[in-house]
C-alpha cells in the first residue's frame, strides 16, 4: 500500500472546524475572565511581575494586558483590542475586553445548535449598526466651556482608578493641563498632551503635592554651581547645537610645517568659541540652554557675564521649553535673533527635591506646554498614578473635541440592551437569535459592575432590568460603590460618547472576525530551529 | 517497495504510485482551501512560530503562510500565486478546479487510458470552454455602467469579513479607489494602474468609518514642530538628496596648509546645505518633501521660510505625490552651467498640506492636487490581523474592478459560468468519436466542483442544488428562447437557483477564463510526471545547501 502523503510541514499543528472555534473561544473568555475584576469603582489592582523581574501595579486593562503573556493566538487578538481603545480613545480598555469576550461566550451556543458563523456575524454587524445609532440618540450635548461640566465627565473616568481617593486634584490635573495644551486652528482642535504636557514622577511627598505648571520642568541642574539658580523674568536662548569647537563632516588633514601654525590652530578653536559665545551675549541672555554639550571655555564666557548654562537638555524638553517661553530653537548663533529670545518666563529657579536638581522654567505668560508633577510614596505608585492621568486627559481631550456625553454606570449598556431587544421582535430569521446575544452582552457591563462591589448580582441586576423595561429610564445605572440602582444623572457619572461607542464596535468587528475562523494552522516557518532542518523531506514510501 | 537498485544515491518512486501521491497532496491542498470559498465561506488563522497571528479568506495569502512541502502541491501553490498577480482574485478556485481536475484524470488513467490522451482532451476542453464563454456567456460592460463595477467589487468582497455587513461601502470604495487612478496618457486607451491606490491601515473606529479620503494621506510627520502645521496654497518640492551637512564622499581627504583654512571648509559644509534650502524656497517651494534626511541645524531655515519639512519620505510616496500634484523628483540640483539652482517649474501645486492626527499618528494631509486628484484609503478595524484581511479583500476588489474596466467583458458569478460551461461541454463531448471524448466528459463533471463546494460551505443540499442547476442550463442551451437562463446559479442564502446577473452577482470574464486556464494548465504539469527521484541530503554539505 501507498504510505501516507504528507503535503505540510510536519509540525505544524492544525485545529479546524469546530475545534477551532471552541478554542478560539475560550481564549478569548479567559483573556477578559482576567480583567474582569478591574472593572468599576471597586476595582482591585492587578500585580505583575515582570520577566525582568519588575513590578507593574495597575487596574488598567491595556497596562495588565499588554505585560501578560499569551501563546494563543485568539487571546491575542483580544488583548490588541485594548491597545486599539488606548490608542483610539484612551478609556474603556477593560470593558472592551469584557464586552469581547462576553460576545464570544454567547455565540458559542449558535455554534452548538449549528448556526453558521457567517449568520452569527451578520445579525452581530447589524445590531452593532444598530447599537451605535442608540447610543447617539441617548446622548447628550454639553458645554465645555461651562465650569464644573467638564469636570464631572472627567471625575466619572478617575471615579473607577486607583488614584479615585484624590479625585478632585487629578481632575483638575488632567483639565488644566488639556487646556494648556490646547490648540484651535478653525474647526479643528487639537490637544496634542503627548508632546507637551509632559509628566514628572518625582517619588517621595505626598500625591497631594501634585500639580500642573504654568511652565515646564525637568531634571537638570545648571552646569556650573556658581551660577545664578534663580532668575527672576529670564532672557532665555535655546540652542540645539554644541557650543564647543566642533569639527567639520569632511575628512580633513592638515599638514602643519612650522610651530606656529600649530599654536595657530589651536587659537583658531578658541576663536571660534568665543565667537559663538559672543554672538549669544549680544542678546543679553539670563539663560542658555543647550541640547548638546557646552564647553568649559565657553562656560567662562558666559559665567564671567552671569549667564546660567543647562547643557545636554532632551530635544523633547526643549521643544516644550520653547512653547512655555516663547523662544524659538536656534542652531547657528551668527543668525541669532532678538525674536528668537524667550522672554515669557516669569521664573527661572533650580530647586533640590531630594537628592536631584530640578529646573523650573515657571509663571509663563501665554505657556502652551506644561509639565505635571507628580509626588508620591514609590515608583510603583506613580507609574499607576501617571496611567490614570493619561486616561484622565484623554477623556478630557475627548470631550473637548467633542463634547457629547452619554451616562455611565452600565446605563448606557442597559438602555442600549434594552432598545436593541425590543427591535429584535421585528427581525425575521435565524438573524434574530445572534442580534439579540449582542444586547445580552451588554448587560456584562452593569452585571461585573455590581460583582465587584459585592451586591447580589440577581438582585441588583433585574431592579436595573425593570428600570429599563418600558424604554423610559434610560439614565438609570449602577452605583459602583453601593451596588444600588440610581439615576446617573444625580450621582453626575457621565462618559464621553465617543468611548462608549468605540468600546461596543471593537468588541463585536473583533469577535465577529475571531467567529469566522474555521481553521487555526500554527508553527509555520521553522526557521530558528535548525534540529528540524534535515527532517523535512517527507518520507513517500 | 518503489525503490530500485539506482545507482544515484536517493529514492524513486514512478509510475501509478507517484501519480496517486500527488494527486493526494494536490487533493489536501484543495481541502485546506475549500471552506473558505464563496460568501458564506469561513476564515483561516494562521500563527507562525514567532507567534504572529494572520487571518484571512484569501486562497493565494493561506497558501503562501501554509509552507507546503511535496513537490507537486508547491506546483499548485505557485500556479495559484500566479493567478494572484494577474488577475487578483480567485485563486481558492483554481485551487479546488485544478485538485478536482487531477482527481478525475487519475481515475481514467486507472481505467488505461493513456495520460497523454487525457492531456489532450483536457486542452481541448479547456480551449472550448475559454471559446464559449467569451462568445456566448459574457456580457459587454458598456451598457452597464458604474452599477456593474460595484456589483463586480460586491461579489469579490461578498466572500471576505467585509462582504458581511459593509460590502456596499467597501464596493464603492474600491470602485472609487480604482476610477482615480485613471489616467489616459497613452494613445490606446485607459490606464488603472493599481499601484497607485494608497492605502492606510490604522486602528480603531470601526471597519464601517473606513472612507476613502480626497487627498493624499503621507504618513510622516514634520521633521520640526516649529514649522508651521499648515500651508495654502501649497508649492510643492520633492528632493532626492540629502539636507544634511554637505560632506566629501568616503576617502576625499581635504590636505591643508594654512590652519585659517579650516574653518572656511566647515563653514562652507553648513553654507552649501543653507544655499540648497534657500534655492529650493526662494524658488517659492513651501513644502519640501525629502527620501534623505535633513540636519537638525537646516530645520530652522524652513520654520523661518514658514514651510513644512518631511524627511526620509518613501519613493513610492514620493512618486504618488509627483504624480498627483505634477511635481518632478529633483535628484540633484546642478545645471548646465555648473551651479546649482531650482526651477520653479519642478513643483507641484496642491490646495493645501497640512498636518493631522490620525489616531495617535502624526500624518501630513495632501489636499486638493493641481494636476490628477488622489484618494487615500483609510481603513479602520479593531485590530492589525483584521486591518490587514481588509486590506487584502480590498486589493482582491480593486484588481476586479480593474479587470471589468480593462476586458469590458463580465460574467454571472454565483456559479453560474461553471454551470453553463459544464453543460456545453458535455454536449461537446459527445459529438467528438475519439478517446478524448471521455476527457471532456470528465472536465465537465469537474467543473461542477465549484457550484458543489459553494453549497456545501452553506450547509445546502449540494446534490439537489447542483442537479436543478444543471437542469436550468441545459434548458437554456437547448432551447433558444431560454437563453437568459444561461446566467442562473446559485442563490446561497435562501439555497435557491436564481438569475445570479439581475441579481448584481458578477464578475470579469477574464477572471473566469484564467481561473480555467491556470487550473487546467497545473493539472496538466503535474498529470505528466510519471517518475520522481528524490536525492539524499549528504551529510556534511546538507545544512550549508538548505
Redesign the interface.
Given at each position: 500500500m501507498?504510505a501516507p502523503?504528507?503535503?505540510?510541514?510536519e509540525q505544524?499543528q492544525r485545529d479546524t472546524g469546530r475545534r477551532?472555534q471552541l478554542t478560539?473561544i475560550a481564549a478569548a473568555k479567559a483573556v477578559s475572565e482576567i480583567i474582569r475584576t478591574t472593572l468599576g469603582p471597586r476595582a482591585m489592582l492587578k500585580m505583575i511581575l515582570d520577566a525582568s523581574g519588575g513590578i507593574v501595579l495597575t487596574n488598567d486593562g491595556n497596562a495588565i494586558l499588554r505585560e501578560i503573556d499569551v501563546?494563543h493566538?485568539?487571546a491575542?487578538?483580544i488583548i490588541?483590542?485594548s491597545?486599539?481603545?488606548d490608542?483610539?480613545?484612551g478609556d474603556g480598555t477593560t470593558s472592551v475586553s469584557v464586552l469581547a469576550g462576553e460576545l464570544l461566550s454567547l455565540s458559542e451556543q449558535f455554534l452548538e445548535r449549528?448556526i453558521?458563523?457567517?449568520v452569527v456575524?451578520?445579525g452581530f454587524?447589524?445590531a452593532?449598526?444598530d447599537a451605535?445609532a442608540i447610543a447617539e440618540e441617548l446622548s447628550m450635548q454639553i458645554d465645555v466651556n461651562k465650569p464644573g461640566e467638564l469636570d464631572k465627565v472627567v471625575a466619572s473616568c478617575v471615579g473607577t482608578k486607583y488614584v479615585s481617593r484624590y479625585g478632585d486634584l487629578m481632575v483638575k490635573i488632567a483639565i488644566d493641563a488639556v487646556n494648556t495644551v490646547k490648540v484651535e486652528?478653525g474647526d479643528?482642535i487639537?490637544a496634542?498632551f503627548?508632546?507637551y504636557a509632559k509628566v514628572e514622577k518625582i517619588p517621595g511627598g505626598d500625591l497631594n503635592e501634585s500639580k500642573v505648571l504654568s511652565g515646564v520642568m525637568f531634571n537638570k541642574d545648571v552646569v556650573s554651581g556658581t551660577m545664578r539658580r534663580r532668575i527672576e523674568n529670564p532672557r532665555i536662548i535655546l540652542l540645539?547645537?554644541p557650543v564647543q569647537y566642533?569639527?567639520?563632516?569632511?575628512?580633513?588633514?592638515?599638514?602643519?610645517?612650522k610651530g606656529e601654525?600649530?599654536q595657530?590652530?589651536m587659537e583658531?578653536e578658541e576663536e571660534?568659541v568665543q565667537k559663538i559665545c559672543e554672538d549669544i551675549l549680544k542678546f543679553n541672555p539670563d539663560v542658555v540652554i543647550s541640547e548638546k554639550g557646552i564647553s568649559d571655555l565657553a562656560l567662562h564666557f558666559f559665567s564671567k557675564k552671569n549667564v546660567s548654562c543647562i547643557r545636554r537638555l532632551r530635544k523633547t524638553d526643549n521643544?516644550r521649553v520653547?512653547r512655555a517661553c516663547g523662544a524659538?530653537?536656534?542652531?547657528?548663533t551668527d543668525?541669532l535673533k532678538e525674536s528668537d529670545v524667550g522672554t515669557g518666563a516669569g521664573l527661572f529657579e533650580v530647586s533640590k527635591i531630594g537628592d536631584e536638581y530640578f529646573t523650573y522654567v515657571v509663571d509663563c505668560k501665554d505657556a502652551k506646554a506644561c509639565s505635571i508633577v507628580l509626588r508620591g510614596g514609590s515608583k510603583d505608585v506613580l507609574n499607576e498614578v501617571e496611567r490614570n492621568l493619561q486616561d484622565a486627559m484623554c477623556v478630557a481631550r475627548n470631550v473637548v473635541k467633542k463634547p457629547t456625553l452619554v451616562c455611565g454606570g452600565g446605563a448606557i449598556e442597559m438602555a442600549i440592551s434594552h432598545a436593541l431587544m425590543e427591535k429584535s421582535k421585528s427581525i425575521e430569521g435565524v438573524v434574530q437569535q445572534p442580534y439579540q446575544a449582542v444586547a445580552q452582552a451588554l448587560e456584562v457591563i452593569p452585571r461585573t459592575l455590581v460583582e465587584n462591589c459585592g451586591a447580589s448580582v440577581v438582585r441588583v441586576m433585574t431592579a436595573l432590568r425593570a428600570k429599563h423595561a418600558n424604554g423610559e429610564n434610560t439614565t438609570f445605572g449602577v452605583d459602583g460603590m453601593k451596588g444600588e440602582v440610581v439615576d446617573m444623572r444625580t450621582l453626575g457619572l457621565f462618559e464621553p460618547l465617543e468611548v462608549k461607542t468605540?468600546t461596543i464596535?471593537?468588541?463585536v468587528?473583533?469577535a465577529?472576525?475571531l467567529l469566522?475562523?474555521?481553521?487555526?494552522?500554527?508553527?509555520?516557518?521553522?526557521?530558528?530551529?535548525?534540529a528540524s532542518?534535515?527532517v523535512?523531506?517527507?518520507d513517500?514510501? | 517497495m518503489a525503490s530500485q537498485g539506482l545507482s544515484v544515491d536517493g529514492e524513486r518512486q514512478h509510475g501509478q504510485d507517484v501519480r496517486t501521491a500527488n494527486v493526494t497532496a494536490c487533493v489536501a491542498i484543495s481541502n485546506i482551501v475549500k471552506s473558505s470559498l464563496g460568501p458564506v465561506g469561513l476564515d483561516k488563522m494562521l500563527v507562525d512560530q514567532v507567534g504572529d497571528v494572520t487571518v484571512t479568506n484569501d486562497g493565494a495569502t493561506i497558501l503562501k503562510l501554509l509552507e507546503v512541502e511535496h513537490p507537486a502541491a508547491k506546483l499548485l501553490v505557485e500556479l495559484a500565486e500566479q493567478q494572484d498577480e494577474e488577475v487578483g482574485d480567485g485563486t481558492t478556485s483554481v485551487v479546488i478546479l485544478a485538485a478536482e481536475l487531477l482527481r478525475r484524470a487519475n481515475e481514467l488513467v486507472r481505467s488505461r487510458i493513456h495520460p497523454t490522451t487525457v492531456i489532450a482532451g483536457y486542452r481541448l476542453a479547456m480551449r472550448e470552454a475559454c471559446k464559449y464563454i467569451k462568445s456566448t456567456l459574457a456580457t459587454p460592460i458598456d451598457k452597464l455602467g458604474r452599477e456593474a463595477l460595484v456589483n463586480a467589487a460586491k461579489t469579490s468582497l461578498s466572500s471576505k469579513i467585509l462582504g458581511s455587513a459593509e460590502s456596499d461601502l467597501f464596493a464603492n470604495i474600491a470602485v472609487d479607489a480604482v476610477m482615480a487612478t485613471k489616467s489616459s496618457k497613452k494613445e490606446d486607451g485607459e490606464m488603472y494602474p493599481l499601484s497607485s491606490i494608497h492605502m492606510l491601515k490604522a486602528q480603531g473606529k470601526s471597519a464601517s468609518e473606513s472612507q476613502i479620503m480626497q487627498g493624499y494621506v503621507l504618513n510622516a510627520p514634520r521633521a520640526s514642530q516649529s514649522m508651521p502645521t499648515s500651508v495654502s496654497p501649497a508649492k510643492i518640492a520633492l528632493l532626492g538628496f540629502d539636507l544634511r551637512r554637505a560632506k566629501m564622499k568616503m576617502g576625499v581627504t581635504v590636505t591643508l596648509n594654512n590652519p585659517e583654512e579650516i574653518n572656511k571648509i566647515q563653514e562652507k559644509e553648513i553654507d552649501l546645505t543653507a544655499l540648497r534650502i534657500q534655492t529650493v524656497l526662494n524658488a517659492g517651494a513651501n513644502v519640501i518633501f525629502t527620501t534623505k534626511g535633513i540636519d537638525d541645524s537646516a530645520l530652522k531655515y524652513f520654520s523661518g521660510g514658514n514651510a513644512i519639512a518631511c524627511r526620509r519620505v518613501t519613493m513610492k510616496d514620493m512618486r504618488r505625490i509627483a504624480r498627483a500634484t505634477g511635481a518632478t523628483l529633483q535628484l540633484n540640483m546642478a545645471d548646465l552651467n555648473g551651479d546649482e539652482s531650482f526651477d520653479p517649474s519642478m513643483l507641484g501645486h496642491a490646495e493645501e498640506v497640512y498636518e493631522d492626527k490620525i489616531r495617535d499618528d502624526t500624518v501630513m494631509m495632501i489636499k486638493g492636487p493641481k494636476v490628477q486628484p488622489i484618494n487615500t484609503v483609510l481603513l479602520r478595524g479593531p485590530n492589525e490581523m483584521m486591518c490587514d484581511e481588509m486590506q487584502r479583500s480590498l486589493i482582491d476588489a480593486t484588481s476586479v474592478v480593474k479587470r471589468m474596466l480593462d476586458s469590458n467583458m463580465v460574467v454571472a458569478g454565483g456559479g453560474a459560468i461553471e454551470a453553463a460551461v459544464s453543460t456545453h461541454l458535455e454536449n461537446f463531448a459527445t459529438m467528438l468519436g475519439s478517446r478524448e471524448q471521455l476527457a471532456i466528459a470528465e472536465f465537465a463533471e469537474a467543473l461542477l466542483v465549484i457550484p458543489k463546494t459553494l453549497a456545501v460551505n452553506a450547509a445546502k443540499d449540494a446534490t439537489d442544488l447542483v442537479a436543478k442547476l444543471r437542469a436550468v442550463h441545459s434548458l437554456a442551451q437547448s432551447d433558444p428562447t431560454k437563453i437568459s437562463l444561461s446566467k442562473c446559479g446559485l442563490d446561497l442564502a435562501e439555497g435557491a437557483v436564481r438569475n445570479n446577473f439581475n441579481a448584481g452577482v458578477i464578475e470579469p470574464a477574464v477572471g473566469k477564463i484564467k481561473v480555467i486556464q491556470f487550473a487546467t494548465e497545473a493539472a496538466l504539469t503535474v498529470l505528466r510526471i510519471d517518475d520522481l527521484i528524490k536525492l539524499n541530503k549528504k551529510e556534511n554539505t546538507g545544512e550549508a545547501l538548505e
Open positions: 501507498q502523503v504528507l503535503v505540510l510541514n505544524t477551532a478560539n501563546n493566538p485568539a491575542k487578538s490588541e483590542l491597545k486599539t481603545q490608542e483610539e480613545v449549528n453558521h458563523p457567517t456575524v451578520n454587524f447589524r452593532l449598526n451605535v486652528d479643528r487639537t496634542d503627548k508632546n540645539d547645537t566642533q569639527k567639520g563632516e569632511s575628512q580633513t588633514n592638515i599638514e602643519l610645517t601654525d600649530f595657530r590652530l583658531l571660534y521643544n520653547a524659538t530653537i536656534v542652531s547657528r543668525e468605540q464596535k471593537t468588541s468587528e473583533a465577529a472576525m469566522r475562523i474555521d481553521d487555526v494552522v500554527s508553527g509555520i516557518t521553522r526557521k530558528q530551529d535548525p532542518g534535515p523535512q523531506h517527507d513517500d514510501d | -
